[in-house]
């Protein structure tokens, strides 16, 4: 049975554990529900997840374990060098999976017999295979035929043996839901904990993920550090990789570069953002918003290349030929200004619209104590409804910052390529996002310092960001104003 | 109602304050507040009585042109400050709010400290010239408020952190601190035990040798023990305005008869 039909098989053991749990409750009590310790429907959620979720829990496990097994019985049939390298022998293991279901799906669409199949050759299993749609890379050696065969036979026996081993878990769990059905029965207390721990781990999932992802960049990063001196990386003034070897890979240009793109972005994105805020939450009526709000959220689904081809042939000259050439300062069409422009004009639908929705949340009763005191409108916003919201619009600024951060696109098009240390905003500069993108492009392996670099540099940002949100908690705690 | 404290009841003598002529109220279609004329005296405690949903916060929120937050209100009819007509154009009306302070019926302390609570409206009038004079009327408004006692200790806390009959008072407090000629308090004992009231209606007899207050009450006991006069709201109209006294012993209308005895409400 193929995994499809078993879960389907599940479904409708589950759909019949509730029924007959349900059932089965309302009996024992004599058709009174409120003779049971849970409401009915309780026993009847019992008994589903007591039929589907172990045998569902038991299959993924069987899918990860069994082609483990498999693998660990085939490679004894393995000259040992063939299988010494982990690379090859994924290679080999890839190939072999490839052989077996290409023979699997070979017998089931009738081009081959099952013992046709069995006694195919090696030379011959390439063009056989070709022939039912199959393409193979190389020619297969003999001993990956015989590991194909075995491996069929053997994932034949497990497939039999998951099918009955999941269904009668499912089984038996739906009787032991059935055994357990009774008036003094906790079912609620049992079916609450099953949804209490779902919703544990829908919130581990993310931090498992994080954990995931910094361990494996921290791996690629130390490998990285092996063949580079980090204190080159860390503190070095050059940026400049060559691929012969002899590149310099310091940091500092790239995180200057970053950071001044992000701070020019935030000082467009913040006040503006802010004050639109401002305006639709106190002062426009409800027909200016109603229009407003939504064309200002339009510039939130632009894609950001569009924005990148926005600084490259408007801002971009526009920076140079009215401000930059004019005082002396530059005559680069790309620039720090004008990526952090566009960047900041990206991120202006962010913060007002999300600082609009939390300043708007804020009691309309506080509005009213302040102005029943002789404050002024303005006095009320800044001192009374800003503050309020405080924790809110840093949260939203905090989210509009790690955008501009790891914002690529627009520095590409914006502010060039170009890695430098420079205090002229009027400069091309880059970021450490644009120089992970070109250390990975291109036809590389992972295991020279230019390219590990690109995980380094990862880390680095990660970290940035990471201080940047530590922070940003602080200033929550440390202002936040709390309302009922 | 023989536990009541007699007040000095004659304030014939006295001025008018607020005039309310031709009140009239609508919030949308609903016709809230119906034709009200009631004149506040100077330097009297006035108590509004009535059933609830009877346009008594109505009013009072007319009082200090807090209805023009509400955008669906709209207020018809002539009330004036000391003559002038505060519906005019040309009266500000954040002016106006600062001579004729409030206490709303839901405690609404902002979400900072207690200190700051208080000190928001000195602030931003500029009653005190230093941080020991704004200390001062920190203090002196929480001791009116009969507060002092319990958060002198923690004015740093944030004022949401308090119970609710404390919030209250850090309410009247607030109001008190901007020192206004007429202070409309809505139901300002609403959760306070009967040791914290007797001590707001002392401040309230205190304010009176001063300002002008306006008191909603859902408490008979409490009007009659504050208020010098009464007036009785009912579905929207003022029904019967007078004296206090007269008021709870010889009430003219049917109605406010039978609102005092407890036969509607
Ligand atoms: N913002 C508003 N929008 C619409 N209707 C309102 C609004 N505020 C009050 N009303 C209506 O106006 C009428 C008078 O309300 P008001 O708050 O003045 O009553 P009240 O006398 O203060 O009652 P209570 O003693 O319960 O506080 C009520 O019927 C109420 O439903
Ligand atoms: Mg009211």
């Excluded at chain 1, 498999?70 to 072999?96: C, H, K, N, Y």
């Excluded at chain 2, 602030?123 to 002198?152: F, Y």
Aim: net charge neutral.
């Amino acid at each position: 049975m193929s995994v499809f039909l078993i879960l389907t098989v599940l479904g409708v053991l589950a759909l019949a554990g509730f029924v007959l749990a349900r059932q089965r409750a309302m009996a024992l009590a004599g058709g009174d529900a409120r003779r049971l310790h849970s409401r009915p429907n309780y026993y009847g959620w019992h008994g589903s997840i007591m039929a589907a979720v172990p045998a569902m829990l038991f299959l993924a496990v069987w899918q990860i374990v069994q082609p483990m097994v498999i693998e660990s019985r085939l490679s004894g049939m393995f000259p040992p060098e063939m299988v010494q390298d982990d690379s090859a022998r994924t290679l080999l293991f890839a190939d072999v999976r490839r052989i077996a279901a290409g023979l699997e799906s070979a017998i089931a669409s009738g081009a081959m017999s099952a013992d046709e199949a069995s006694a195919l050759d090696a030379g011959a299993v390439r063009d056989r295979l070709a022939a039912t749609g199959v393409a193979l890379g190389a020619d297969v050696q003999p001993e990956t035929l015989a590991a194909a065969q075995e491996y069929r036979g053997l994932a034949t026996v497990g497939g039999l043996w998951r099918t009955v081993l999941v269904l009668a878990l499912a089984v038996a769990g739906l009787a032991y839901a059935i055994k357990l059905t009774g008036p003094e029965f906790r079912a609620r207390n049992r079916v609450e904990g099953v949804v209490l721990a779902l919703l544990m781990l829908a919130s581990t999932i993310a931090i498992l993920t994080t954990v995931g992802i910094v361990l494996s960049m921290l791996s690629e990063s130390i490998r990285f550090f092996g063949m580079y001196p980090i204190q080159d990386f860390f503190f070095g003034l050059t940026w400049s990789p060559a691929f012969q070897g002899n590149s310099q890979l310091g940091l500092l240009p790239l995180l200057w570069g970053t950071l001044y793109i992000t701070l020019i972005s935030m000082l467009v994105a913040v006040p503006v953002g802010l004050f639109a805020a401002i305006y639709l939450a106190e002062f426009a009526d409800a027909r200016v918003r109603a229009v407003v709000k939504p064309l200002i959220e339009v510039i939130a689904g632009i894609p950001t290349v569009v924005f990148g081809l926005f600084a490259l042939v408007t801002v971009g000259p526009l920076v140079r030929d009215w401000i930059a050439m004019p005082t002396g300062l530059g005559n680069s069409g790309s620039s720090v200004v004008t990526a952090g422009i566009v960047i900041g004009i990206l991120n202006i639908p962010f913060i007002s619209s999300l600082s609009d929705d939390i300043i708007t949340a804020v009691p309309q009763s506080l509005r009213d104590g302040s102005l029943g005191l002789g404050a002024t409108k303005a006095e009320t916003v800044t001192q009374v409804v800003l503050p309020a919201a405080l924790p809110g619009i840093v949260g939203a600024v905090l989210m509009a910052t790690s955008r501009a951060i790891g914002e690529t696109m627009i520095v590409t098009m914006g502010a060039g390529a170009a890695a430098q240390l420079n205090l002229n905003p009027f400069e091309a500069m880059t970021t450490i996002t644009v120089k992970i993108v070109s250390q990975l492009t291109g036809d590389t392996e992972f295991n020279s310092p230019e390219t590990l670099v690109a995980f380094a540099l990862g880390i680095s940002l990660f970290v940035i960001t990471l201080c940047l949100n530590v922070f940003a908690l602080w200033i929550v705690r440390k202002y936040r104003e709390q309302y009922e | 109602m023989n536990d009541m404290r007699l007040v000095e009841r004659d304030v014939s003598n006295r001025q008018a304050k607020i005039e309310a002529r031709g009140v009239q109220v609508h919030y949308g279609e609903k016709h809230a507040l119906k034709d009200v004329d009631v004149a506040i005296l100077d330097r009297t405690v006035t108590a509004f009585i009535g059933p609830s949903g009877c346009g008594k916060s109505t009013f009072l929120r007319c009082l200090n042109r807090m209805n023009d937050t509400v955008a669906s209100a709209k207020v018809a009819g002539r009330i004036t400050l000391d003559g002038q007509d505060i519906y005019d154009p040309r009266i500000d009306p954040v002016q106006l709010r600062a001579k004729v302070g409030m206490v709303f019926q839901k405690p609404n302390p902002f979400p900072k400290s207690i200190y700051e609570n208080v000190a928001y409206g000195p602030k931003i009038h500029g009653l005190a010239r230093s941080k020991a004079e704004l200390d001062e009327i920190v203090e002196t408004s929480l001791k009116k408020a009969a507060l002092w006692n319990e958060v002198k200790d923690r004015l740093a806390a944030p004022g949401t952190g308090l119970s609710g009959g404390q919030q209250q008072r850090l309410c009247i407090a607030r109001a008190v601190a901007t020192a206004p000629e007429v202070l409309l308090m809505d139901e300002p004992c609403s959760a306070l035990d009967p040791i914290a009231t007797a001590q707001v209606e002392e401040l309230i007899d205190e304010l009176r040798s001063q300002f002008s207050v306006v008191i909603v009450t859902h408490s008979m006991q409490q009007a009659a023990r504050v208020s010098q006069k009464t007036a009785f709201f009912h579905l929207g109209s003022l029904v019967e305005y007078g004296e206090t006294g007269q008021i709870f012993t010889t009430p003219q209308d049917p109605r406010t008869e039978a609102y005092i005895t407890g036969r509607i409400g």
